[in-house]
């Protein structure tokens, strides 16, 4: 029976994290203008660990995971009507580790995780420049919006003890703005405002199907530019509700989750471009008690570049 339940938690914590390690945050910086005709190419490493129960309809003390992923993005920057839009596919290889302490119960799996796509563009202050254009471009303020979807692609396998997988689809429609501000704009504030919608996982523990509510949240970056080459952010989400139901009776486990972190931008050259990510779940009621961290290496090019 502790073993089943520990399966439930685990299954549950992949399920409710997105797909990238410490990537809870949209990115900062995200809805700022950039050349079009460009493409990113971003390879990225993530851990992730919790020391705490991670289903909160099934309380496990001592549970404990360590997730770790690589993830491979593509993205494209092109312009619709004047405006910077973009298109970006992301695909997961994971390993994961649970066991609850005191006990004998373990568990490993690895294998693929589930995909995710994303469509966005500007809508204020990203006309679509190219390389060359670009050059001279200054930063201004900027909205945008984008749509995220995770496709149920990865490993999962209902009489498993751990899946990478979650059998079932996610949405994230955002709205974002960006401001920079300061002596030479070199701080720039980011506010973000999202919601995760889900369908529904109808394999759940072979036979139950779980539904979850909407996960709206909020985001708020704040990001400092120490030169050309180096930048920094202080990252915060906040997100609540996302409660559950298994088989339509209500888990009464609406969440509240305020998370924290930091990221550092190094370029290394006009194409190549490393980032450190930091994150960890400060407030979690009813939520996974995550904490980790993330490198990725960026390299961008197209037409134009040097």
Request: glycine fraction near 10%; charge should be positive; aromatic fraction near 12%.
């Amino acid at each position: 029976m502790r073993k089943w339940r520990l399966c439930v938690g685990f299954a549950l914590v992949v399920t409710l994290v997105p797909i990238r390690v410490c990537a809870q945050f949209t990115d900062p910086r995200t809805y700022t203008n950039s050349p079009t005709g460009t493409n990113q190419i971003e390879l990225l490493y993530g851990h992730a660990r919790s020391n705490t129960s991670i289903d909160s309809s099934l309380i496990v003390g001592g549970a404990k995971f360590h997730l770790n992923q690589g993830v491979v993005t593509y993205t494209r920057y092109f312009g619709v009507l004047d405006h910077l839009a973009w298109v970006e596919s992301s695909v997961p290889i994971a390993e994961l580790a649970g066991s609850i302490s005191g006990t004998n119960i373990n568990g490993s799996t690895v294998g693929m995780g589930d995909s995710s796509y994303q469509i966005g563009t500007l809508l204020k202050g990203g006309h679509a420049l190219s390389v060359s254009e670009f050059e001279g471009y200054k930063p201004t303020t900027s909205v945008g919006v984008s749509l995220t979807f995770t496709a149920p692609t990865g490993k999962y396998d209902q009489g498993k003890l751990l899946n990478l997988g979650t059998a079932r689809w996610s949405f994230k429609p955002e709205i974002g703005l960006s401001q920079p501000f300061g002596r030479e704009q070199k701080w720039e504030i980011d506010a973000y405002a999202n919601s995760y919608f889900f369908t529904d996982n109808t394999t759940y523990r072979g036979v139950e199907i779980l539904k979850q509510r909407p996960l709206p949240g909020f985001e708020a970056h704040l990001s400092y530019s120490f030169s050309n080459a180096v930048w920094a952010s202080a990252d915060t989400r906040y997100s609540f509700r996302g409660d559950t139901l298994l088989d339509g009776v209500d888990q009464n486990n609406v969440q509240r989750n305020f998370i924290v972190g930091s990221e550092v931008n190094v370029s290394l050259n006009s194409r190549s471009t490393l980032i450190f990510v930091l994150a960890k779940a400060v407030v979690h009621h009813n939520g996974p008690s995550i904490g980790g961290f993330a490198v990725r290496y960026d390299y961008i090019w197209g037409k134009g570049y040097r």
